[in-house]
């Protein structure tokens, strides 16, 4: 099998700029699983589709294509139209915790993550990448950080990009997607013995990138 690198945490920790980068350093493609999910999950609320009526966004998961294009910064496309900044909102991001928990959705993305990954291998960064996508890769990271860090992070990003939430509200959120994300039934948000644990709320994203890629580059020589 190509090389997979499996990158799971909750939101804040710094998943996708990490992944991203080390994507880079080992010459891998960078494959968003959580943006997959946000895509559904804007595709639902522009359809007015409920996002716990499982039957239509399993149809909708379905007939949706997503692709992912290279650049600086990456693009994510749905049917062909550019939503790298729509998936990114405080609402899709809930959205997405709801899609993600039916467990119809998540057969449909799990298995066009498998899809891309098994093509030319990849860092993947989500929620159950090493639990459920990729279980058999040897090369497993968890990130974490305190609910107040992650927060802190995501109100500054929203901040940068002139978007006003108070940080009150964006720590309820995320503290809520964590609760719904690690008590769905299918797939939650969890790690084992075979993962390597990164608490990263004292870190900043290049001693995480350096933590990862010693770790891999360790285990295949």
């Known amino acids: 099998m190509p090389l997979i690198v499996a990158i799971d945490g909750p939101s804040g920790v710094g998943k996708t700029t990490a992944s991203k980068l080390v994507a880079r350093e080992l010459n891998l493609p960078h494959i968003d699983t959580g943006a997959m999910y946000r895509a559904i999950g804007l595709a639902a609320t522009r359809a007015g ?7 239509a966004l399993e149809e909708l998961a379905l007939r949706s294509d997503i692709e992912f294009i290279p650049g600086d910064p990456p693009r994510v496309l749905l049917d062909g139209e550019d939503v790298t900044r729509e998936i990114r909102t405080p609402d899709i991001s809930m959205a997405a915790s709801h899609v993600s928990a039916v467990p119809a959705v998540r057969r449909i993305l799990v298995r066009k993550q498998q899809e891309l990954g098994r093509r030319n291998g990849g860092v993947l960064e989500g929620r159950d990448i090493g639990t459920k996508v990729f279980p058999e890769t040897p090369y497993k990271f968890f990130l974490d950080a305190s609910p107040e860090v992650r927060a802190h992070r995501r109100h500054a990003e929203l901040s940068a990009k002139g978007e006003t939430v108070a940080f009150e ?6 503290v809520q997607r964590d609760k719904q ?3 769905r039934a299918d797939s939650p948000l969890m790690h084992d013995e075979t993962y390597t644990v990164i608490d990263t709320s004292s870190l900043t994203i290049p001693e995480v990138v ?3 890629v010693k770790s891999v580059r360790e285990r295949e020589s």
């Open 210 to 212: 350096d933590a990862i």
């Open 169 to 174: 509200t964006v720590l309820a959120d995320s």
């Open 49 to 55: 589709v409920a996002v716990r009526d499982a039957q």
């Open 181 to 183: 994300d690690s008590t």
